[in-house]
C-alpha cells in the first residue's frame, strides 16, 4: 500500500517557469511534510518542510502548499533554473516516529 | 561538521553472497535509519537504531539486518544476496527526537550479479 503518492513522474521545464510537484497521503497521522532534492551520485538533501497547521510556507523560490482536507500537498519551484534539475522526493512522518514515508519521486528538468 | 559518511560508495557482489555496509552519523547523533532506494519502489524504510537498539523496522525479510555500535556508528548486513537486492543503500542520521532533523548519507550503491 502506497502511503504517498506523487506525480508526475517526470517534469520538463523551461527556465524561468515554475514548476509543480503534487503529493496525496492516506495517513492522518501524517504531521510533518518536507520535501527533499536529490542529485545524482548524492543523498537526498531537505529542501523544505511544514506541518499541518500552516496551509503554506515559502522559503526563497520554493513554497510549499498544504491543503489537509484534501491530504494533498505541493511543492512549486519559481523562476525554475537550470541547477534545480534533480529528482525531487515529497515524504511525510506522524509524532513519536522517526521514519518517512516517501513518494516516487519527480525527476525535474530546466531546459535553458 | 562532518556529514554522514557510508562505505563503501561502491560494491559488485555475487548470488548468494553477504555483504556489510557501513555508516558513520554526524557527531552527536545518536539515530541511524537505513533505507534502499530503487527506480521502481523508490526509497523504503529499511530499519532504525538508536542508543545500540533497533527501535523502528519496515517490511523486509530477516536477510536484512543490522547493529549500532556504542559510537553509533551501523552497520547493515543483507545475507543470501539476490539480483533485486541491487539497490543504492542510503543511511540517515538525526538526534533521534524526531525526522526533521534527518541527514542522508550519499548512499553505497549495490550491484548482485
Known amino acids: 500500500q502506497q502511503q504517498v503518492k506523487q506525480s508526475p513522474q517526470s517534469l520538463i521545464v523551461q527556465k524561468g517557469g515554475i514548476s509543480i510537484i503534487n503529493c496525496a497521503y492516506e495517513?492522518?497521522?501524517?504531521?510533518?511534510f518536507p520535501w527533499y532534492q536529490q542529485f545524482p551520485g548524492k543523498g537526498p538533501a531537505l529542501l523544505i518542510a511544514?506541518?499541518?497547521?500552516?496551509s503554506e510556507k515559502k522559503e526563497g523560490r520554493f513554497t510549499i502548499s498544504f491543503n489537509k482536507s484534501a491530504k494533498q500537498f505541493s511543492l512549486h519551484i519559481m523562476d525554475s533554473q537550470p541547477g534545480d534539475s534533480a529528482t525531487y522526493f515529497c515524504?511525510?512522518?506522524?509524532?513519536?516516529?522517526?521514519?518517512?514515508?516517501f513518494g516516487k519521486g519527480t525527476m525535474l528538468l530546466v531546459s535553458p | 561538521k562532518a556529514g554522514v559518511t557510508q562505505t563503501p560508495r561502491y560494491l559488485i557482489k555475487t548470488r548468494g553472497q553477504q555483504v556489510t555496509l557501513s555508516c558513520s552519523p554526524i557527531?552527536?547523533?545518536?539515530?541511524v535509519s537505513w533505507y534502499q532506494q530503487t527506480p521502481g519502489q523508490g526509497l523504503q524504510f529499511l530499519f532504525e537504531?538508536?542508543?545500540?537498539?533497533?527501535?523502528n523496522k519496515g517490511n523486509f525479510p530477516g536477510r536484512f539486518s543490522g547493529r549500532q555500535f556504542s559510537n553509533s556508528r551501523s552497520e547493515m548486513n543483507v545475507s543470501t544476496l539476490e539480483l533485486g537486492d541491487s539497490a543504492l543503500y542510503l543511511c540517515?542520521?538525526?538526534?533521534?527526537?524526531?525526522?526533521?532533523?534527518?541527514?542522508f548519507g550519499s548512499g553505497t550503491r549495490l550491484t548482485v550479479v
Open positions: 540517515a542520521s538525526s538526534t533521534g527526537q524526531q525526522v526533521a532533523g534527518y541527514t
Open positions: 511544514i506541518r499541518p497547521d500552516v
Open positions: 495517513n492522518t497521522a501524517f504531521d510533518y
Open positions: 557527531s552527536g547523533h545518536r539515530s
Open positions: 515524504a511525510a512522518s506522524r509524532s513519536g516516529y522517526s521514519t518517512l514515508t
Open positions: 537504531y538508536f542508543s545500540e537498539t533497533q527501535r
